[in-house]
């Protein structure tokens, strides 16, 4: 079991700026990968960004060149840095991590963006 502790959402104004954190703890030596989905609200989730074991980063179209993912491996924490931020943007983030065989999610943080 892989345990997963977000933190950082809240309300923004359009252009700003937030910082979610997702701190993992248990049996993380089985996952390969660990990234951040959102669920915009009468929407499908969808994968914002993800990173490899090995420091590989992919990321959704909406958000590329503006949010970037990073992880501390030392800590077993992930962080998705969010810029420029959109009303489109908002949502219910939630962090995941997953390996071959299982998949694991946080309880989710609300990111509200406001104009």
């Known amino acids: 079991q892989v345990h997963l502790v977000e933190s950082g959402g809240g309300l923004v104004q359009t252009g700003g700026s937030l910082r979610l954190s997702c701190a993992a703890s248990g049996s993380i030596f089985s996952i390969n990968f660990m990234g951040w989905y959102r669920q915009a609200p009468g929407k499908q989730r969808e994968l914002v960004a993800a990173?490899?074991?090995?420091?590989?980063?992919n990321y959704s179209g909406a958000v590329k060149g503006r949010f970037t993912i990073s992880r501390d491996s030392a800590k077993n924490t992930v962080y998705l840095q969010m810029n420029s931020l959109r009303l489109e943007d908002t949502g219910v983030y939630s962090c995941a991590v997953w390996g071959p065989q299982d998949r694991y999610w946080g309880q989710g943080t609300q990111v509200t963006v406001s104009s």
């Open positions: 990173i490899s074991r090995g420091g590989t980063t």
